[in-house]
């Protein structure tokens, strides 16, 4: 039986890049980590140690410094593809380059004065190939809550099911979102990125906002359905979301009744669910052949829906 080395990349992880724009009285800030992973002829290093075709990483971690200072830092996804097909076009031996940018927010108080923002980040993947350009823009930690219009009842019971039905409950998560954009061609460069980004952003809330949810499934298809429905340079959707629950503090100890008010947040275990919403290839814009999650369907209920019983322990759908 033959043995073969099998697929491999190599690269800089996590490069911390902080670029500060000085051509005024008000300054820009760009907060940055970014990964490279290059991948190509790269069998004889691991087989005899030839290191002919490999670019250091030590030289990739200097190319994002340098590349800051050269073309500045505006939109991650702008950066990421100038950084991949600079890496294609200098070293012969690489065939794909794969470049991921967490941007690290933070809010302005004043010309040169800036607070870090919380647990939300902006993301983006760049990978460049033979094939062409691929970008996957992202947003982690965003988290949301509403305090009614979501219950969870109905659901498949066996002999370990302790759960109740509930008619009312908060529903609360933390969006994990990655869109893929149509294919990025040489023009990519005055693609408005950060006008794609706010309007994904607005409506994946808009969507969780005023979706009526029997389960976090439905809303998590709700999100994703509005993404394709209003951002047409968006292609594909693939969401995560945990369920963060917030269970119904018993208060009857202490002569106190509980409609609805006093909660406790914990952290796990918690119910994660997955999901990815993409475009039919026939026509590239319609929801799943069957229908699902058309306005008929209920996907986006009107709000105010069935009030059910007391919100309760935010249910691991």
């Not at 990978?127 to 062409?132: E, N, R």
Request: aromatic share 6%; proline share 6%; charged share 25%.
């Amino acid at each position: 039986m033959a043995i073969v080395l099998g697929a491999n990349q190599y690269g800089k992880a996590e490069v911390r890049l902080v670029r500060v724009r000085r051509d005024g009285p008000r300054h820009e800030l760009r907060d940055l980590t970014v990964s490279i992973a290059l991948a190509g002829d790269l069998a004889e290093v691991h087989r005899s140690g030839d290191n002919a075709h490999v670019l250091p990483t030590d030289s990739q971690k200097n190319t994002v410094y340098a590349f800051a200072r050269e073309h500045g830092v505006d939109q991650p996804e702008e950066f990421g593809l100038l950084l991949a097909r600079h890496f294609i076009r200098s070293a012969p031996a690489i065939t794909r380059a794969r470049v991921e940018l967490t941007e690290h927010g933070w809010r302005r108080l004043g010309p040169h004065s800036f607070q870090r923002d919380g647990a939300e980040s902006r993301t983006a993947t760049v990978t460049v190939d033979a094939d062409g350009s691929t970008v996957e823009s992202g947003i982690s930690g965003l988290v949301l809550l509403n305090s009614t219009d979501s219950e969870f009842r109905g659901y498949l019971k066996d002999r370990y099911t302790t759960l109740p039905e509930t008619g009312d409950r908060i529903l609360a998560t933390a969006v994990e979102a990655r869109w893929r954009h149509h294919e990025a061609g040489p023009a990519d460069r005055v693609r408005d990125w950060a006008q794609s980004y706010a309007g994904v952003r607005a409506a994946l809330v808009g969507a969780f906002v005023e979706t009526y949810s029997r389960s976090l499934q439905q809303t998590l298809y709700a999100m994703g359905h509005r993404v394709l429905a209003e951002r047409p340079e968006v292609a594909q959707v693939r969401l995560a979301l945990p369920n963060r629950h917030h269970l119904l503090v018993d208060l009857a100890p202490f002569g106190l009744d509980n409609p609805g008010e006093v909660f406790v947040a914990t952290d796990r275990p918690y119910g994660l669910i997955e999901g990815t919403v993409t475009r039919t290839p026939e026509d590239g814009t319609g929801p799943p052949e069957d229908g699902s999650g058309s306005p008929e369907d209920g996907t986006t209920a009107p709000r105010g829906g069935p009030a059910g019983a007391a919100a309760g322990d935010g249910g691991p759908d």
